[in-house]
Structures are given as structure tokens and as C-alpha cells.
């Protein structure tokens, strides 16, 4: 199989996979898109050259980028062992990033406080919102000279790119989950 060939077989497999897991039918991704059927049908058969405007069609209609239609195709889902994923140790908090791959300007962790633990935070860039919510125990953030007492299911929003800091003011394990977007330079 040439270049070319191989191409147009990882945009078909993309563009089916892509209409499929949106629950689509070719008739109803070809009329979203704008083109006939039989066009749309030659493109998932790897059988299609389409010109630049079809697969720009194509990409507006399935809600992706260009680039996701001929890239290489990722697994429909891949596992990850507790392992895995990257753990950092502060002092005695357990901070677990969440997320195997990073997602620009943000940050997902889950900090585990044990009893009396603290944690200082770092200020972010400014513009940072950060959302710290409590899944169990009491967390007290202090941020911009304000202080909340956290219990399970509670959630703060807050500006990321001043001090602040968490600790563990109840009897047993605290665990939160901390979000910050990062502020777009």
C-alpha cells in the first residue's frame, strides 16, 4: 500500500469511526455536511480523493478539526492503571493528576489530606480560576484573605492566581478535587 493509498484508508476508518460514534448515518452526516451520499460513502470507503472543501464540509459536520480526519486513529478507549498516573507528594498531601494526558490550560488533581495536614497552593497566572470541590472530610481553603470550611459535595470557586491554601480541619482523611483553568496569555 503507497502513501497515498494508506491515507485515504485512515480518513475512511477516522470518518466512519467518527459518524458512528455520533450515532449518525451516512444520509444524515452527508446532508449535515452538505454533499451527496455517494460522495460521503467513497470518503469512509478510503475509495474517495476529496477535495479540500469536501473534507472541510466533512470535518464541520462530524465537529472536528482537519488534522482529526487523517490523523492516525487513536483506541476508542484505552486503560490506565492507578500506577500510571502521575503522583506527587507535598509535605503529607497526595496530589494525583487525573488525567493521563494534558488539555490546554488546565488542570485536574485529587489531593488527599490526612488528618492536620496542610498544603500551600501556588499562585497561578493571572487570570486562573480554580475550583476545589470537597468529596470527603472538611477542607478550610484560605484564598484572598477569605476562609471556607468544605465538607462533602461542596465547592469554591475561586481566583488561582493569588495565595491560598487547604487543610485538613476535620477528624478523619480529606479528599478534593482541584480544577484550574488556566488564564490564555
Not at 16 to 40: D, H, N, V, W, Y
Not at 93 to 114: G, K
Not at 125 to 140: F, K, N, Q, S, V
Request: glycine share 8%; proline share 5%; charged share 25%.
Amino acid at each position: 500500500m503507497d502513501i497515498d493509498e494508506a491515507l485515504c484508508a485512515r480518513l475512511g476508518a477516522n470518518v466512519k469511526q467518527l459518524r458512528e460514534s455520533r450515532g449518525l448515518t451516512q444520509a444524515r452526516i452527508s446532508k449535515l455536511a452538505g454533499i451527496p451520499r455517494a460522495t460521503f460513502a467513497n470518503l469512509e470507503s478510503g475509495e474517495g480523493n476529496p477535495t479540500l472543501a469536501v473534507l472541510n464540509r466533512v470535518a464541520t459536520a462530524l465537529q472536528v478539526s482537519l488534522e482529526e480526519l487523517v490523523a492516525t486513529p487513536r483506541a476508542a478507549c484505552r486503560y490506565y492503571e492507578r500506577e500510571s498516573l502521575p503522583v506527587k507528594k507535598r509535605g503529607d498531601v497526595t496530589v494525583r493528576r487525573l488525567l493521563p494526558d494534558p488539555i490546554p490550560a488546565m488542570e485536574i488533581d485529587r489531593m488527599e489530606l490526612p488528618r492536620g495536614a496542610t498544603l500551600t497552593g501556588v499562585p497561578h497566572t493571572p487570570g486562573t480560576r480554580e475550583y476545589l470541590m470537597c468529596e470527603a472530610g472538611t477542607i478550610r481553603l484560605v484564598a484572598a484573605g477569605e476562609s471556607w470550611d468544605l465538607r462533602a459535595g461542596d465547592l469554591v470557586v475561586f481566583r488561582g492566581d493569588q495565595r491560598h491554601s487547604y487543610a485538613n480541619v476535620g477528624k478523619e482523611t480529606a479528599v478534593g478535587y482541584s480544577v484550574v483553568m488556566l488564564a490564555r496569555g
